[in-house]
């Protein structure tokens, strides 16, 4: 079973990019929550607890997806790993209660209360896992189905941005609303960009946007999904004193970001360059929020 779990997280989620992800997400926020409030930076042990926590939960967004998509997946896509047999929906069920115990032991060992944000943490993946009990309505629906969806993003940078103000006896910093509006954003620039391509790859039952609203306007929404990354993102950096920071990072992404989404328009089959352009944004936000401070930047 081991062996068979080790093979499905090499195709569907990749413990070498998202391990790394995860504790920059669990750095930027933690770090940023001190900052806005002028405290000493976290411990490494807050980081990488707030890494870790960030960590277990993208496993459980993963492991339910797979329950949510298991009809469409066996329909449409039997090459993946539970349709073709690699692994079963048993078995992934006590990789997310695994993951649960694991995330209650490190908020524990932390402070216990940070079991009351988890378990909200927790309530809303659910609802997001049930398609908030109105799937059929939401499905056609693509923007409403990204709306409902991409604020799970900013509950995970609160959660992890937690792991520094409540150990400490604090109260949340207002400025956190800002790193909450950055990670929403972001969020929703990663959902369009990994869903956009070249017609060649469009498959049968998988609603991208380019399919659904046309090569243009998929490319405009996640043009405009990147300007409020930028737009939010400075006004979080600002708050943390990180502005130029976050103009050095951000800068030269948005210049390519525009050229990207130009070609594609002009060459359809470039479309692979937006969900490496989104996860570089990604990286570079994150790392302007909270651990460029160690630059000196």
């Given at each position: 079973?081991?062996?068979?779990?080790?093979?499905?997280?090499?195709?569907?989620?990749?413990?070498?990019?998202?391990?790394?992800?995860?504790?920059?997400?669990?750095?930027?926020?933690?770090?940023?929550?001190?900052?806005?409030?002028?405290?000493?930076?976290?411990?490494?042990?807050?980081?990488?607890?707030?890494?870790?926590?960030?960590?277990?939960?993208?496993?459980?967004?993963?492991?339910?997806?797979?329950?949510?998509?298991?009809?469409?997946?066996?329909?449409?896509?039997?090459?993946?790993?539970?349709?073709?047999?690699?692994?079963?929906?048993?078995?992934?069920?006590?990789?997310?209660?695994?993951?649960?115990?694991?995330?209650?032991?490190?908020?524990?060992?932390?402070?216990?209360?940070?079991?009351?944000?988890?378990?909200?943490?927790w309530?809303?993946?659910?609802?997001?896992?049930?398609?908030?009990?109105?799937?059929?309505?939401?499905?056609?629906?693509?923007?409403?189905?990204?709306?409902?969806?991409?604020p799970?993003?900013?509950?995970?940078?609160?959660?992890?941005?937690?792991?520094e103000?409540?150990?400490?006896g604090?109260?949340?910093?207002?400025?956190?609303?800002?790193?909450?509006?950055?990670?929403l954003f972001?969020?929703?620039?990663?959902?369009?960009?990994?869903?956009?391509?070249?017609?060649?790859?469009?498959?049968?039952?998988?609603?991208?946007?380019?399919?659904?609203?046309?090569?243009?306007?998929?490319?405009?929404?996640?043009?405009?999904?990147?300007?409020?990354?930028?737009?939010?993102?400075?006004?979080?950096a600002?708050?943390?004193?990180?502005?130029?920071?976050?103009?050095?990072?951000?800068?030269?992404?948005?210049?390519?970001?525009?050229?990207?989404?130009?070609?594609?328009?002009?060459?359809?089959?470039?479309?692979?360059?937006?969900?490496?352009?989104?996860?570089?944004?990604?990286?570079?936000?994150?790392?302007?929020?909270?651990?460029?401070?160690?630059?000196?930047?």
């Open positions: 079973m081991l062996r068979r779990l080790w093979h499905y997280q090499r195709e569907r989620f990749p413990l070498a990019a998202m391990a790394p992800l995860a504790l920059l997400l669990g750095a930027s926020a933690s770090m940023f929550s001190a900052l806005v409030r002028g405290a000493a930076l976290p411990s490494a042990l807050a980081v990488l607890a707030a890494g870790a926590s960030a960590l277990l939960v993208f496993a459980q967004m993963r492991v339910l997806d797979e329950f949510k998509d298991a009809g469409d997946d066996a329909r449409f896509r039997p090459y993946r790993p539970v349709p073709r047999g690699l692994v079963t929906l048993a078995e992934l069920r006590r990789v997310l209660v695994a993951a649960a115990a694991a995330q209650m032991a490190i908020a524990i060992a932390v402070d216990a209360r940070l079991l009351w944000l988890l378990a909200a943490l309530g809303y993946l659910s609802l997001m896992a049930a398609e908030f009990f109105a799937r059929d309505w939401l499905r056609p629906r693509h923007f409403a189905y990204l709306a409902s969806h991409v799970f993003g900013a509950l995970i940078a609160l959660y992890a941005a937690a792991f103000w409540l150990p400490r604090a109260d949340p910093h207002p400025a956190l609303a800002l790193l909450a509006a950055a990670a972001n969020t929703t620039l990663l959902e369009i960009g990994r869903k956009i391509r070249a017609p060649r790859d469009e498959e049968a039952g998988v609603a991208t946007y380019s399919a659904v609203w046309g090569r243009r306007r998929a490319v405009l929404a996640w043009l405009a999904a990147f300007a409020l990354v930028l737009a939010s993102g400075a006004l979080a600002r708050a943390a004193g990180l502005a130029t920071a976050f103009a050095l990072l951000m800068t030269p992404l948005a210049i390519g970001a525009g050229f990207f989404a130009l070609r594609y328009l002009q060459r359809p089959e470039s479309a692979r360059a937006f969900e490496p352009t989104s996860g570089a944004a990604t990286l570079a936000l994150y790392l302007a929020l909270g651990p460029a401070t160690l630059l000196g930047t």
